[in-house]
T-cell receptor, first 112, second 114 residues
Framework: KQEVTQIPAALSVPEGENLVLNCSFT??????LQWFRQDPGKGLTSLLL?????REQTSGRLNASLDKSSGRSTLYIAASQPGDSATYLC???????????FGTGTSLTVIP | DAGVTQSPTHLIKTRGQHVTLRCSPI?????VSWYQQVLGQGPQFIFQ???????GRGNFPDRFSARQFPNYSSELNVNALLLGDSALYLC?????????????FGPGTRLTVL
């Protein structure tokens, strides 16, 4: 079973700061790792998907990396904005690929 | 194109009742997964369906069941509701089951059990 941990649980930064969110997983047989954003009471918005053959993905101010050997993924957010305030969740799949295991998320607050 | 849709958005039930939640995947997607998200936690996997067949089941009691229809929409049924079933129920669709699958989530159904 894949176990996913996210640290820190909460993070507060001033606007404009670059930041890194961390995600660790226990099963190196992970194939897909996906980062999501969740606004309060809402569904999940897909941010980036990293597949096993990839080491990183970039979208705008976001960059996600995957290091299977160390069991870690990081989400880098450049030049943070108040609109980035949300909970960020990472999820890794199982060895059959039919489910994602989620971390408990990092709640990000960007202060104007 | 429409994303994943779920209905209803909110639901209030009492203990012992049953509930049916509905999900329509993105057009062209054949796989639907259901997740339960309790406040303050990450989503927990309940079921995955692909081509109307169950492809995965999480650690949930038999009170939880689901099915997928020929148009790939899906229903999640929960019987004999307990207070602990209060949660946000999320549906995710993907093109196929198995790996190389980016999952897209709907807005969720907020279930409150009184």
């Amino acid at each position: 079973k894949q176990e996913v941990t996210q640290i820190p649980a909460a993070l507060s930064v001033p606007e404009g700061e670059n930041l890194v969110l961390n995600c660790s997983f226990t099963d190196s047989a992970i194939y897909n790792l996906q980062w999501f954003r969740q606004d309060p009471g809402k569904g999940l918005t897909s941010l980036l998907l990293i597949q096993s053959s990839q080491r990183e993905q970039t979208s705008g101010r976001l960059n996600a990396s995957l290091d299977k050997s160390s069991g870690r993924s990081t989400l880098y957010i450049a030049a943070s904005q108040p609109g980035d305030s949300a909970t960020y969740l990472c999820a890794g799949d199982s060895n059959t690929g039919n489910q994602f295991y989620f971390g408990t998320g990092t709640s990000l607050t960007v202060i104007p | 194109d429409a994303g994943v849709t779920q209905s209803p958005t909110h639901l209030i039930k009492t203990r012992g009742q049953h509930v049916t939640l509905r999900c329509s995947p993105i057009s062209g997607h054949k796989s639907v997964s259901w997740y339960q998200q309790v406040l303050g936690q990450g989503p927990q996997f309940i079921f995955q369906y692909y081509e109307k067949e169950e492809r995965g089941r999480g650690n949930f009691p038999d009170r939880f069941s689901a099915r997928q229809f020929p148009n790939y929409s899906s229903e999640l049924n929960v019987n004999a509701l307990l207070l602990g079933d209060s949660a946000l129920y999320l549906c995710a669709s993907s093109f196929t089951s198995g790996r190389m699958n980016e999952q897209f989530f709907g807005p969720g159904t907020r279930l409150t059990v009184l």
